[in-house]
């Protein structure tokens, strides 16, 4: 009798369950191994294989068999080395001889947990459903009964304010022989004239220096040439001192995170700067991961990444999931916005991202409360992430759409609502529509929106989606280039591409806001709060976002 | 598309020239509904400038409960006015239109005007509460100097049926009618223009794409005359009182707040340092139109402004002494048929016409050139 060892294969798994399966096609393979030597998790390996080849020759059959010895392309089954769908196979496969499928009735999530070790990631919620924001439609559309504006010809203003505004009950003005004139005894906040669409935070470290270098080029050249207030932020880990010190440094926003990585850099960079940053964020939770902390792994911290962040190269590093300076809300939030405050002579806008969360009002208040507070980026749960765990990601944070409509409600009811600038991150454009997303959470109260995820596919043709494709940004093997410091890879993508499809997203998103704004009569004033454009066919998303229903 | 007449004088007048104009730009009106506000009064309250008058109207039951309201708060009446009613087909009538003017309670006979102004705000909002529910009180304004009236019908039709064109008892100086286009709402007398606050007063033409946002803002400025919203055009109204009023900036700053200029535009402007900082805090007021909106404020200024494209334009014309202000030039040639064409002002969209008192002089201000 076979020992049991040699009959069971119950802890062998089938390819039926991995997320996707390689179908290669033997008849179209030209062996050239671009396929297998390109894969970034090498899940297809090549392989020689005997087969049986049956001929039969002449009028009748007549068969023979022979063996023969072929080349093949096989698909691991070891769940390390899962096929995570990212097609660049497909990619470099002359012959379009192979792609991987994604199947459906994969078992995927219950194998990967080997040795105790959760399964992280980077990339986004795995979440494909429609979202809230893209169910929302414009439905007030000036017409007949008034002229509609013409996006064409009309002149639009599609700008938006972050920092702190003064309720104007608080302007410091006095009528002077029939004009207003400003007295001078009072502070007024930083307030800076921004596109209501920002590039969210993500490192230089998290991006490879081609991706970051390509998105910061397109973002100076759509201030500087295209006239548009696109502002970026840089994510925790610093600025390159070259960057901080140019003329180029207030078009980005510095995040300072519970790490501090980057910022002795910065505080040395201070008094060198020749402009002010556009903000500081400061960031106390990221919505794709709510209580996880950030992870750089080892190997993406090169020279350059070392240098900025001050530390060594080559080591894990981890900025713990909160500011360990953190004792409560009242006191740590308001220090720290007074603390970056003082630091630029309270000429920046300083303000905090928090990720969504049901506790978001309790913050808000807490703002509303502090005169220094510049804004509250929230980062609902569709947001994206260089690396975490992947149940943070799938089953953590709150969609954001409801969370700023409350949030904006709870300022209408305070009177502030123009006075503390709502930003709405997470999930903006997952569908694709990123100007509809954006001009839908504006409507909701929402003075601006981030993106990350969008930006890195439509500049950097990230693979990711909702399918757990590719997010391998945590790896530093992404095979495009954008979330790796190495350079076989990250060579990959060019910063000049990168920067013109930075351009090209926002000049198109310019065109459609305006095509959205036009036919609803809106175009002087970002139309914040403007809820009665909204509707949905929805009767549980119009009762709680208070919009209307419409079907 | 409502339409918009206007006239100040220096002399009095009878509203049926408001309501002529009117008449000439019916194909612009649908007839279904006509409201009217006289200020600087003559006929049977010349006598009476500083006493407030509240004018409404009410149900048999809303004026029991009207006269218990004003007796228990200590108003005391000095004058009561009602229309002449000639039936007319079309017209419902109401039990009562009423324009009664009270004496202050006589702990409030003494104190300074803007408390005054604060109790006659306050009452007129407890009696549009007590009266909305069942609709036995409308209370449109309780001012002293001013009266309002307010039906559904054709606009001249409803001058008929007030008999406005068969008696002397109603003159003023300043007259604001418009004549009513309905669309977006049931008709509704509290929808109905011009609206009033306080001694400020505005009616308007066209969408307010804005409304929402306005609301909003300024429901949440813990005024309590800020409530209403039948109409999305009432917020100009209240604009203009919480622009004049509230924050205390002189009237050619209403442009400014509903229709800011562009930063470049701004920095050629001597003010403009407040003009930054009033642009950001009051940035939810701005509208984007299509309105011409037309009023008068406390002092008996009237002025005329458009939304920044001019999407509504709008004329005014006149002789010394009296000027029309109309949405349509036919109107101005209907009210003032003597005056010289070719001396009418059409405002521009960086335009605000500027009517002093008893129409005695008319400033074209250019929000530019300040």
């Known amino acids: 009798m076979e020992p049991a060892s040699q009959l069971d294969s119950n802890y062998d798994l089938s390819i039926q369950d991995f997320p996707y399966i390689i179908e290669w096609r033997e008849d179209r393979c030209t062996r050239c191994g671009k396929c297998t030597a390109v894969c970034p998790v090498k899940a297809i390996t090549p392989s020689v294989a005997a087969q049986r080849l049956v001929e039969s020759e002449g009028a009748s059959p007549m068969p023979t068999s022979k063996k023969v010895t072929r080349h093949v392309v096989v698909q691991s089954r070891d769940i390390d080395r899962y096929c995570t769908g990212c097609g660049t196979c497909s990619l470099v496969c002359p012959a379009e001889a192979i792609k991987p499928v994604y199947n459906s009735h994969n078992r995927f999530l219950i194998y990967k947990n080997k040795k105790g070790d959760a399964f992280k990631r980077g990339g986004r919620r795995n979440d494909p459903s429609i979202s809230t924001v893209d169910k929302l439609k414009f439905t007030r559309i000036s017409m007949l009964t008034d002229p509609a504006l013409d996006a064409g010809r009309h002149e639009f203003r599609v700008r938006s304010l972050l920092g702190r505004i003064l309720p104007p009950e608080e302007l410091p003005l006095a009528v002077k022989d029939g004009k207003l004139v400003k007295m001078n005894e009072k502070f007024i906040p930083p307030v800076r004239e921004i596109f209501p669409i920002r590039i969210g935070s993500m490192s230089v470290g998290a991006l490879s220096p081609t991706m970051w270098e390509g998105l910061a080029m397109g973002v100076a050249y759509l201030n500087e040439v295209e006239g548009m207030p696109v502002v970026m932020c840089s994510g925790e880990g610093g600025l390159p001192p070259r960057l901080l010190k140019s003329r180029f440094a207030k078009y980005f926003i510095l995040q300072i995170a519970s790490g501090y990585f980057g910022w002795d850099e910065i505080v040395h960079a201070i008094p060198d700067m020749k402009e002010d940053p556009a903000a500081i964020e400061i960031k106390y939770g990221q919505g794709a991961k709510p209580g996880d902390g950030g992870l750089l792994m080892a190997y993406k911290v090169l020279k350059l990444i070392a240098k900025i962040r001050g530390v060594p190269e080559f080591i894990d590093l981890a900025s713990p999931p909160t500011h360990q300076t953190k004792y409560s809300i009242e006191e740590a939030v308001a220090k720290m916005i007074q603390a970056m405050s003082m630091a630029w002579g309270f000429r920046v806008p300083v303000y905090p991202k928090i990720s969504g969360s049901k506790t978001a009002r309790a913050v808000l208040n807490n703002l509303a409360r502090n005169p220094y507070a510049a804004a509250l980026c929230i980062d609902g749960e569709d947001g994206g992430t260089g690396a975490a765990y992947n149940v943070s990601m799938d089953k953590m944070g709150h969609p954001i759409a409801s969370n700023i409509r409350e949030c904006y409600l709870d300022l209408v009811s305070q009177g502030k609502q123009n006075e503390l600038p709502l930003i709405a991150a997470g999930g903006m454009g997952k569908g694709g529509h990123l100007a509809a997303n954006a001009a839908a959470m504006i409507m909701l109260g929402a003075s601006a929106v981030d993106i990350g995820k969008y930006i890195m596919q439509s500049a950097g043709n990230c693979l990711g989606d909702e399918y757990n494709r590719c997010n391998l940004c945590n790896t530093g093997r992404c095979p495009r280039g954008i979330t790796t410091q190495d350079p076989r890879l990250y060579r990959r993508l060019d910063p000049d591409m990168v920067a013109q499809r930075v351009v090209d997203v926002f000049r198109v998103a310019d065109v459609e806001l305006k095509k959205i704004f036009a036919p609803m009569g809106r175009s002087t004033e970002l139309p914040i709060g403007m809820s009665d454009g909204l509707s949905v066919a929805d009767r549980a998303i119009a009762e709680r976002l208070g919009i209307s229903y419409a079907c | ?370």
Not at chain 2, 49 to 72: A, V
Not at chain 2, 140 to 164: H, I, N
Not at chain 2, 200 to 218: K, Q
Not at chain 2, 296 to 325: C, E, H, N, W
């Open chain 2, 1 to 370: 598309m409502c339409r918009l007449s206007a006239i100040t004088a220096s002399d009095y007048f009878s509203p049926m020239e408001t309501i002529m104009a009117l008449e000439t730009m019916k194909e612009g009106h649908d007839g279904s509904g006509l409201g009217l506000m006289l200020k600087n009064l003559g006929g049977d309250f010349e006598g009476l400038k500083e006493y407030p008058i509240l004018s409404g109207i009410c149900s048999q039951k809303g004026m029991t409960l009207l006269d218990d309201f004003m007796k228990s708060k200590g108003f005391r009446v000095k004058h009561m006015w009602t229309p002449r009613i000639k039936p007319m087909p079309g017209i419902q009538k109401r039990d009562f239109y009423i324009a009664k003017a009270y004496e202050y309670p006589e702990e409030w006979r003494d104190r300074p005007m803007s408390e005054k102004e604060d109790l006659l705000m306050r009452t007129r909002l407890e009696l549009r509460a007590i009266g909305e529910p069942d609709q036995s009180i409308f209370a449109f304004s309780f001012y002293p100097d001013v009266l309002t009236l307010k039906e559904v019908g054709d606009p001249l039709e409803v001058a008929q049926f007030f008999g406005l064109d068969k008696s002397d008892s109603l003159k003023a100086k300043i007259a604001l009618a418009q004549g009513r286009q309905n669309t977006n709402y049931a008709i509704y007398l509290y929808a109905c223009h011009p609206f009033f606050i306080q001694g400020y007063a505005s009616m308007t033409n066209g969408e307010n794409t804005a409304f929402v946002p306005i609301r909003e803002f300024l429901m949440s400025r813990g005024n309590p005359g800020y409530i209403g919203y039948n109409s999305d055009s009432e917020v100009f109204t209240h604009i203009l009182h919480y622009t004049c009023r509230t924050l205390g900036f002189p009237l050619n700053y209403y442009k400014d707040v509903i229709t800011p200029l562009k930063d470049s535009e701004i920095e050629g402007r001597s003010d403009r340092e407040a003009l930054g900082l009033m642009k950001k805090s009051l940035r939810p007021l701005c509208i984007d139109g299509p309105n011409c909106v037309i009023g008068f404020t406390p002092d008996g200024t009237v002025f005329m402004v458009q939304d920044s494209k001019k999407l509504r334009p709008g004329a005014v014309g006149g002789v010394k002494g009296k000027y029309a202000l109309m949405s349509e030039e036919c109107g101005i040639t209907r009210a003032i048929p003597e005056r010289d064409q070719s001396t009418d002002i059409y405002p521009m969209k960086y335009d605000m016409v500027i009517i002093s008192p008893n129409a005695e002089e008319v400033t074209v201000w250019n929000q530019l050139r300040n």
